[in-house]
């Protein structure tokens, strides 16, 4: 019974029309935006490498602004902080599925960022984006950063980039949004995917890995009414980012 209600409740949840729809999808991505363009010049002529500005940002703005929506809304209509009909696509789901389904996903997104995506985003960096400044891309001063900027960067990006903000992203993306989008059905995982790649202004060049990358981890996602079955594998591929450069932290 309680399953049979939340899929009534979710099919019952108010839409969001296409333009509001994309201004909270890239909203927050051209606050991100704002403050990575501001900070990042300063941090990077004191040595800091450009990752530690981009996960500053993820706890200072990605997380505070879409956790503090979601919150936002649920003090709205529920008169408190509780997350019942705000975070929607959180039905059960045996525990045999989570074992089958994320291996499948986390092994393409795998595929897909570093066999796929390399060729294809370096042709674009140098085609399309190599006026910009050398701070904006996100190995800049990480191999010339001190040892105690490196550990920073590092520890802050196993807490906000490898757990916090991949958490607060689903919730607000896959948990909030997507719900509000379901009257499109199909083309609903599609639209989420295409419009959360581009909110990541930041990394323009690598568009088209995140949508092959998450697209059918979305269409999951929709499918099963579960955001878990995203923040998982979410949060192991961040992670596994941040195991990746710990060699060049504790060398």
Request: charged share 10%; proline share 7%.
């Amino acid at each position: 019974m309680m399953e049979e209600h939340m899929s009534t409740h979710t099919a019952d949840t108010e839409q969001h029309s296409l333009t509001a729809s994309v201004i909270l999808h890239l909203l927050p991505g051209i606050l991100i935006l704002a403050f990575f363009l501001v900070l990042t010049p300063l941090l990077a002529g004191e040595g800091f490498p450009t990752l530690f500005c981009l996960f500053l940002a993820v706890a200072v703005v990605l997380i505070p602004f879409e956790l503090g929506y979601i919150l936002y809304q649920a003090r709205r209509k529920n008169k408190t902080f509780s997350l019942n009909g705000i975070v929607l696509y959180r039905q059960k789901v045996p525990v045999w599925q989570y074992i089958a389904l994320i291996p499948p996903f986390l092994a393409w997104a795998l595929v897909s960022y570093f066999v796929i995506a390399p060729p294809i985003q370096n042709s674009f960096k140098g085609e399309y984006f190599s006026w910009l400044p050398a701070w904006f891309f996100l190995d800049h001063n990480l191999a010339h950063s001190s040892k105690s900027a490196l550990l920073a960067t590092w520890v802050m990006g196993v807490l906000f980039n490898g757990i916090a903000g991949p958490v607060v992203e689903e919730l607000y993306f896959r948990g909030y949004l997507l719900p509000r989008i379901s009257r499109l059905k199909g083309w609903a995982p599609l639209l989420n995917v295409c419009l959360f790649s581009v909110y990541h202004f930041f990394t323009p060049w690598r568009n088209l890995e995140r949508i092959l990358a998450l697209l059918p981890g979305t269409y999951i996602i929709q499918w099963k009414k579960n955001i878990y079955l995203g923040m998982i594998p979410h949060c192991l591929l961040n992670t596994t980012g941040m195991l990746l450069m710990a060699p060049l932290v504790f060398r």
